[in-house]
RNA sequence: ACGCCAUUAGCUCAGCCGGUAGAGCACCUGACUCUUAAUCAGGGUGUCCGGGGUUCGAGUCCCCGAUGGCGUACCA
């Protein structure tokens, strides 16, 4: 950068009028250093033997040996001719002690010089102190890159959530449970792969760029592609690419990308989000359940060694089987109305009424219970549920149940009162599919933005015949803040969806 | 989108009834060869989120705006 090269030719390096002391004085140190020919940033490499933890794990065998760490200086106590600093490296802290008489003069000199955020390489031998430390004592000692900004305080470490979700770099550096999280994650995210990938699950990769979104209700991000000059929507779900891989003979397939929704941002929701979905031919929506039972069970017991978890406080069993119960069934249970009785619009309207729901116009009986399970239900679903048997009209994509064609094989997980995961046996009818297909078209002329737009190339893949299939969708960050005691999904994404500030 | 709350030093925070801004850590100077929130002596480094207004006087009161958090709505 142009900018760069004039500040480095300037008096001061980067040093800008309003700059605080401590700015100033690293940039002077920075300068002090390149001019004795000892610029950091010229290196290019360090040769590290040994982590923090491999040290500290295996003390026994490496006691006296000879190691090489390196890392960023995060606590420093200097008592004149002798100091000790911890430095922080990707899995923990160590301790170096660095003497004069070991180091030499100038390289002491140098040391009294670093500051904390600076990264080291150290080169010394392990040894315990005498609080029983483990430690490295150092004989040479090299500054890999100065740090120009100070870090946050060690004690409190950054709680400023606006800084720690715009700066996550900082967040990671100062609080280490954060990078727990983020560890647990990826873990999480390699269980599923493996245990798919045990199960004979192809993973596939579909198009992010749609010109027509569909296999959700939701309001796609639009873009715009130059050269074809077409605007495209950013997918809101994989779902109509990977039956096509179903009716293509994959049979076993899975995806897990990021999704986007035009929607808005809550505890529970981000703009952009991972969900994984998986498709199997063959199998119907009990199949799902099993399937979904089992991954995450497993996925728990692999990651956090129990299937008993803790989530916000409150014991989450997930050891299978898990409890399962039709929409109806839940909703009878939990307000007493057993819309297996209800006839007609009118009556169910009366009741959810008299129950003190708000019922909009022209809703169906299936939206009036989907309402009231919204409404009563969900909220008490605390240990893991299947809920299955959803209407038809809020299920365009799902297998109408063989002898009650006003439901369908549909069902949602909930955990904690949140919904973790959504599956069916999938439409598998070209002639049902297009029906519903027109019934979204409606609904979305009507104003419904988020209902589905027409799909005809779907409707060709299917009209080859596709066979009966389970589908199953998972939302991997939900299942991530339930597996690491997150409260908001913004404490599982490394950078959230932020505004920018002015 | 609406409501409530927050925003003060690099970070974590205090600041009363409106009287001209403070602590700890960090940082600077000095001492110190086993410290670990090292210690000891000295030093305050600030667009009080931004813009208006009221007032002799605003970090503090009022209005508008920004960003964030939470709640509601939205989100199968």
Redo the contacts with the bound molecule.
């Keep these: 950068m142009d900018n760069n090269i004039q500040e480095r030719n300037s008096q001061v390096i980067g040093e800008t009028e ?1 700059m ?4 100033k ?1 690293r940039r002077q ?1 920075l300068r002090e250093l390149q001019q004795n020919g000892k610029d950091p940033f010229k290196i290019v490499k360090y040769d590290v033997t040994s982590s923090s933890k491999e040290i500290i794990d295996n003390f026994e065998a490496m006691e006296g040996r000879h190691v090489s760490v390196a890392g960023r200086i995060i ?8 100091s ?1 600093c ?1 430095i922080q490296d990707r899995d923990g802290r160590i ?1 170096l ?1 660095v ?3 070991a180091v030499g003069q100038e390289a002491y000199e140098d040391f009294k ?1 670093y ?2 955020g600076d990264i080291v390489g150290a080169k010394g031998e392990v ?1 315990k ?5 483990i ?1 490295v ?1 150092v004989n040479e000692i090299t500054l890999l890159a100065k740090s120009l ?15 720690r ?1 715009r700066q996550r770099y900082l967040d990671l550096i100062v609080n280490p449970d954060v990078k727990n999280t983020f560890i647990t994650r990826s873990r999480i995210i390699k269980e599923i792969r493996k245990f798919l990938d045990d199960r004979g699950f192809l993973e596939v990769e579909t198009p992010l760029l749609n010109t027509i979104p569909g ?4 309001r796609p991000f639009i873009t715009h592609h130059n050269t074809l000059d077409m605007d495209l929507y950013l997918r809101i ?1 994989p ?1 109509l690419y990977l039956k096509r891989l179903i009716v293509g003979g994959l049979e076993k397939v899975y995806e897990i990308g990021r999704m986007f ?1 035009n ?7 981000n703009p952009e989000f991972s969900m994984m979905e998986i498709y199997e031919a063959y199998t119907d929506y009990k199949g799902m359940m099993e399937l979904a039972e089992t991954l995450i069970s497993t996925v728990a017991q692999n990651v956090l060694g129990t299937m008993k978890i803790m989530y916000q406080g409150q014991e989450i069993d997930l050891t299978p089987p898990w409890t399962r119960m039709t929409m109806a069934e839940s909703v009878k249970k939990y307000t007493g109305v057993d819309f297996g009785l209800i006839k007609d619009v009118e009556e169910a309207k009366k009741i959810a009424t008299s129950k003190g729901v708000e019922v909009p116009p022209g809703l169906t009986v299936g939206e009036i219970m ?1 309402l009231m399970f ?1 409404t009563f239900v969900e909220e008490n679903l605390i240990q893991p549920t299947f809920i299955y048997d ?1 209407p038809i009209e ?2 365009p ?1 799902t297998k109408k149940k063989p002898d009650r064609p006003e439901l369908t094989e549909r069902f ?1 997980i909930f955990i904690y009162g949140r ?1 973790m995961g ?1 599956a069916y046996s999938e439409l598998n009818d070209p002639i049902d599919q297009r029906e519903r297909f027109i019934k979204q078209v409606q609904k979305r002329e009507a104003g419904d933005e ?1 209902a589905n737009m027409m799909d005809e190339d779907f409707l060709t893949a299917l009209e080859y015949g596709m066979p009966p299939t389970g589908g199953l ?1 998972i939302g991997i960050d939900r299942l991530v803040m339930l597996l690491t005691d997150q ?2 999904i ?1 404490d599982v994404l490394l950078f ?1 969806t ?5």
Aim: glycine share 8%.
């Design positions: 309003d605080n002391e401590v700015l004085v140190k606590t420093k106590r200097g008592m004149g001719k002798a000790f911890h301790q002690y003497r004069i008489d010089k500051d904390l040894f102190t005498h609080m029983g430390e430690s004592k900004r100070p870090l946050p305080e060690k004690w409190h470490g950054l709680r400023d959530t606006d800084l979700y296999g959700a209700n939701a779900a779902e929704r929607e808005g941002i809550s505890v529970k929701h989907y919204e959803y809020i299920s994509l949602e919904e959504n988020e969708g409260y908001s913004r959230p932020m505004k920018p500030r002015d």
